[in-house]
């Protein structure tokens, strides 16, 4: 994984210091709130319903068991004993003192961590495959290019004042596991004909209350005008980005208002008037950053599947296989999923003693690496086939070993009421239902694939546009209620649900899933996915069964 | 009638905060139920303190909420919202420590 | 006492900024692009310095032709979060080559000082209500960066 250098430190240790002289600064009245709040946002501090809230980026969602055990201690010491870990492959503490955020940036800045730009109006932490460097389905390893765009981004003088936030996702994949066609930017690793590395280039995507999907204004860039081409973006974007309506702010706005065409010819006018030699990723830069990512050192294993006997014998091992473990680019290795979901868990919490267990296996089982994803789980990425039976047994006892792993109950949620002020409506009360609801596993695994999410207001940080069932919180004179969508996907042919019907109140909404999921197992032909049946039946043949004999809400 | 309670963040540790207003004097309670309970026009006058209050630089975005006040000097909130606000997250870790 | 912070230090300011007409102030002037547009000729003959002021949504190619001579650009910053005068000044500077002086006009504040300065602006008229010594500590926040730095000279980034 990265590691950083002289100049990271350095940077890092005066970003601390900058911050901590700016709340110096607010709390003697040099500053006011609102000159404040824009510094404190770019350094991932927000003041949220019950507290002040920081957003920890975690790089292309890497991190190391020490860097997990960091994040535990900081939870403790700083926190409630627990953090939150985001669908953008950050981790959130819910209750920071703004009189001891700078020491926690401190205690981040120990282990290579920051909080930078994982808010405000300016380029967001990049966010990548968690498979990345792991999935057989590799063209390219993603991550070098994040690093270099985050090395690009970080405190960028032209760029830290947009009209509104700006997210870049990668993938390197042929299955898109990072959402790229919902960013701002999504850049997807790709070979030209000659087997040259570039990049096909989107626009313009993302969710919120206008969701729109990406258009493509490239198909192919070379990856060393990586760089200059983005800044071109961020140019055009900057210059001609609205900002008299914070709601018609983000680029996606821009690039429908001219046209994805036009707007793709006024990248292409930018860039070519640039410095683009300057600009280059030339050779030696992409290897030095490369290095950091070179593969650990793999054993030379003799049986390629050892797990399958035991699997025989055990069917709940066998389950566990089935769900939460992928294979692995290196054939005797595995990668393995750790859900933070089930069990009535707060999707995507883990508290200080999870993490420090998780990071002891890490360290134990796979080269002392985890992995965050955008699913709100933990992975870990390199264990050998024939751990996979202790590390099971680990998980188990530690009550991180639920099989659910892309099933009903592996649900994406935002923190909702329970914590954002900007919430209109409780996200985690719904997913603790609907889990209550499945709780069966074998049933689970005879549903299969079926990804829930739930957004507690319309800034869909839960994305649930783009679940195969969605789920959005809204207030209507004070009550919670809440709208369901079918049929949305992140993935290739990305698509955004549709709405099912009149929104329904809390007490509700699990037994609509359960309905909704009775459809599928009804009706699906074999192998047929949740997607493709809703595509094929269309919305109305479910809305018929969710709403006989329910007493709706009016819409 | 109606009633408020005004409301804001501690500037130094985020946490929710009361106004409580005693003859002359006030303060900033972090117990909801020891806020206290105006009317429209105390709503106004409280208002201007926790707005002083904040250029001083002990509060921020502090805010009247509507409330129903039981007579006694208590209330209890009408939004889902403002209750959650007070009352902490409803789920999870939060509640077992 | 001066607002105005160029080379590290605050300094004398010497100019006078010019409404959109009416009478001209002696000696140097900042004028806006629409009255540099319009009274174009009579300006450059003037005695006296000149400089424009360009609004954010102001295309710094307008002055493509004439920053030669021109001693002065101003960019506004109408609200220290609008960011548009960045890429105004990366362009003047690195697009255009213009060599004067690069002023930042408007809501500017301590804290976005240094990034200013790494766009290419060289001077900063302080907001009349913060302290500039305070200000002056911003170019000390960052000893490092992770962008290469914004040449004043023509022929762009080194
Ligand atoms: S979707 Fe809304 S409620 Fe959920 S985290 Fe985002 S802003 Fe908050």
Redesign the pocket.
Known sequence: MYRYDQLDRTFVAERVRQFRDQVARRLDGRLTEDEFKPLRLQNGLYLQLHAYMLRVAIPYGVLSSRQLRALAAIARTYDKGYGHYTTRQNIQFNWIRLDQAADVLAALAEVEMHAIQTSGNCVRNVTTDHLAGIAPDEIADPRPYCELLRQWSTLHPEFSFLPRKFKIAVTGAEADRAAIAVHDIGLRLVLDAAGAVGFEVLVGGGLGRTPILGSVIRRFLPASDLLGYVEAILRVYNRYGRRDNIYKARIKILVKALGAEAFGRAVEAEWQAMDRDGMAIDAGMLDRVATHFAPPAYAELADAAPERAQAMREPAFARWLARNVLPHRVPCYRAVMIALKGGGAVPGDATAETMERVADLAELFSFGEIRVTHTQNLVLGHVAAHDLAALWHALRVAGLANPVVGTVTDIIA????DY?A??TAR?IPIAQAIDAAFADVAELHDIGDLRINI???I????HHHVGDIGILGVDKRGQEVYQLTLGGSSADEASLGTILGPSLPPDQVAGAVRRVVDVYMERREPGESFLALVRRLGVDAFKARVYGGLEAHAA | MEHYVISANSLRSGAVVWLRVVGDAFGWTEAAATASVGDAAQRDAWLAIAEAEARQNRVVAPYAVDVVADGAGGFTHTSTRESVRAGGPTVGNALAR | MSRLIKNLALVADPWREAAAEGPLPDGDVIVPLARFTAEREALLAREGRLGVRLSPDDDPAALAGDLGHLDLVALAFPRFTDGRAYSQARLLRERLGFAGELRAVGDVLRDQLLLMARCGFDAFELRADKDPDDALGAFADYSVAYQAPVSPAPGGRV
Do not use: R
Not at chain 1, 414 to 417: K, R, Y
């Open positions: 935002c923190p909702g009421l954002c900007l919430a996200a957004s507690g207001c800034n869909s940080c839960g």
